[in-house]
């Protein structure tokens, strides 16, 4: 049976079948892993409380390493 989901945001109600995973691009996950915007992890929050799990793909993991290899700072990992 399917199950559907409300969202209602920006004063927009949105009706989708609900999902238990949702894919987070490397913009997203950087930013996620920065924390430096409260809205970017209050929405990772909310989306994880939606999907019961949040992925990344393989061009996303290695897009982040490249990052981090590269020096550009996406977090303070050592």
């Known amino acids: 049976m399917q199950r559907w989901l409300t969202v209602k945001r920006l004063n927009c109600v949105w009706r989708m079948p609900q999902v238990d995973k949702m894919l987070l691009d490397t913009d997203m996950l950087s930013e996620v892993m920065k924390a430096k915007d409260e809205r970017v992890v209050e929405t990772a929050v909310t989306h ?26 996406v977090c303070n990992w050592k």
Do not use: A
């Open 48 to 73: 994880q409380s939606i999907h019961t799990q949040l992925t990344t793909s393989v061009v996303t993991v290695m897009e982040i390493i490249k990052g981090l290899h590269n020096g550009s700072g």
